[in-house]
């Protein structure tokens, strides 16, 4: 099945900086990739996603990018505010076909911290 | 539209008592997705429906647990009897086939005593 490993598991950054979260994936056939972000008590939320065939997303400060060959994507934050605090999550899921599709396999996590 | 609902939002319970949990997934969505989440397994996948059919419980942690899809918009967990290792999140997650976002419930927060 698929594996979604992500990195780092923690991060801090300052106010106004950037913040880059890296995922890899092994099921080359995956074809979309979405980021949840959770708040400390509150539900996963879909923020941003890519679809595979597609290189880079971008809505306002955050942006996603995809390297299909080396089965990777990343989120991207510019311009972190405090209330970007939050954990992020990484998944990817098979095809559409049928019966056993939009399973989303999750990273772990990323706890990541706007310090102002 | 209201988005997943879930109830209860809190549930304390003590030892070897049966607790249900209750989903109402997005009007048109085929799909539904139950997870538990805890600070030690992270975001696990119990089990998940297509057209109210169960397509795999794989992830259903004992036969304690079970769940059941009676109509395209309503959904129950049950934990019977519950252990204080239940003790987790409890997010219902439901998906539409044309473009395949996942949008979770607000999640039914279990305290096993």
């Known amino acids: 099945g698929e594996n979604v490993e992500q990195h780092p598991s923690t991060l801090s950054v300052q106010e106004g900086d950037s913040a880059v979260i890296k995922c890899t994936y092994s099921d080359s056939a995956s074809n979309y990739f979405p980021w949840y972000k959770q708040e400390l008590g509150k539900r996963p939320q879909l923020i941003i996603d890519i679809r595979s065939n597609v290189g880079e997303k971008k809505d306002q400060r955050i942006a996603v990018t995809l390297n299909k060959t080396a089965k990777h994507f990343s989120l991207h934050i510019t311009e972190t505010q405090p209330e970007d605090s939050a954990v992020y999550f990484c998944?990817?899921?098979?095809?559409?076909?049928?019966?056993?599709?939009?399973?989303?396999?999750f990273g772990k996590g990323t706890k990541l911290s706007v310090i102002p | 539209d209201a988005g997943v609902i879930q109830s209860p939002r809190h549930e304390v319970t003590e030892m070897g008592q049966e607790v249900t949990l209750r989903c109402k997934p997005i009007?048109?969505?085929?799909?539904l997705f139950w997870y538990r989440q805890t600070m030690m397994r992270g975001l696990e996948l119990l089990i998940y429906?297509?057209?109210?059919?169960?397509?795999?419980d794989s992830g259903m942690p004992e036969d304690r647990f079970s769940a059941k899809m009676p109509n395209a918009s309503f959904s129950t967990l049950k934990i019977q009897p519950s252990e204080p290792r239940d003790s987790a999140v409890y997010f219902c997650?439901?998906?539409?086939?044309?473009?395949?976002?996942?949008?979770f419930g607000p999640g039914t927060r279990l305290t096993v005593l």
């Open positions: 009007s048109g969505h085929d799909y």
């Open positions: 998944a990817a899921t098979f095809p559409y076909s049928g019966a056993g599709s939009y399973q989303l396999t």
């Open positions: 997650a439901s998906v539409g086939a044309e473009r395949g976002e996942q949008f």
């Open positions: 429906f297509n057209n109210n059919v169960p397509i795999d």
